[in-house]
């Protein structure tokens, strides 16, 4: 194969082409569908610690590992004729032009919720079965899942979304948990689970009635631990002392000066 410096995504399919042919690789040339899924999720989830981490040039690759992936689905439908790249674009494209008549029919440009309220109705008419919660993926992180889940209620008009009725229902979450566990009457292993399942779902929903991302916001904050652990796994060390022999209190002092620090 002649290599050139093409930058568009024939030049892709190109690569993906001989990769899978005759004289290809041992590795593409087992693929399927199903057994790029994983890498995909793994791809999808190392760009997006890039952009959240303000990595430009990591960005830039793993945008580029992604599409890849994506381009070898493509090749992968194509090779046995069930799915088309002109069909994927062409339907693509006409989606994004129904759903947005406030852009391409001249319509009054609506407030957000009216838009947001617009988008819901268009995939209700366009799908025979169809509830706002349905189009939610099974596989989503479970944070990710209860935040778009309070979001789609949310614009489907269901009461007590917004703050401060959030944050009263994650009060009255919480002082349920609180009153079980002081009394011992959580009960068994999937009691406490369940009543915390519903303070950690509601306390998703404050934050997002809050414009806080939870996946976000969770991310930012286990960052942050494990640069003040290190931080202070190394002030021990240079003292030659381990953690589990220092103090709660001294503990508590000297994470306070990693905090500062």
């Not at 916001?217 to 003040?228: Q, V, W």
Request: hydrophobic share 40%; net charge negative; aromatic share 8%.
């Amino acid at each position: 194969m002649k290599r050139e410096n093409r930058h568009d995504l024939e030049a892709i399919m190109d690569v993906l082409n001989a990769l899978i042919g005759p004289e290809g690789c041992p590795w593409d040339k087992e693929q399927t569908p199903a057994s790029l899924c994983d890498y995909v999720v793994e791809e999808t989830f190392e760009l997006t610690e890039a952009i959240r981490e303000g990595d430009v040039p990591g960005v830039r690759e793993e945008l580029g590992d992604v599409l890849f992936l994506l381009c070898f689905l493509i090749r992968l439908y194509e090779g046995d004729g069930s799915i088309e790249y002109r069909e994927i674009v062409g339907e693509l494209a006409e989606k994004m032009i129904r759903r947005h008549p406030h852009v391409f029919e001249n319509a009054a440009n609506p407030d957000r919720a009216a838009i947001w309220s617009n988008w819901e109705k268009i995939k209700k008419r366009e799908k025979k079965s169809y509830s706002v919660l349905g189009g939610i993926p099974k596989g989503l992180p479970p944070l990710l899942k209860a935040y778009r889940i309070h979001a789609k209620a949310a614009r489907a008009g269901f009461a007590g979304q917004e703050a401060p009725e959030a944050l009263d229902r994650l009060r009255g979450r919480f002082e349920q948990f609180e009153r079980a566990a002081t009394s011992g009457a959580l009960g068994d292993g999937a009691g406490q689970k369940e009543l915390f399942g519903e303070y950690l779902f509601a306390l998703v929903g404050l934050g997002r009635s809050l414009g806080i991302k939870c996946e976000e916001a969770l991310e930012t904050a286990n960052a942050a631990f494990i640069r003040r652990f290190a931080a202070l796994e190394k002030k021990l060390g240079q003292d030659g002392r381990e953690l589990h022999a220092v103090p709660a209190s001294e503990q508590d002092a000297l994470w306070k000066e990693c905090k500062k620090e």
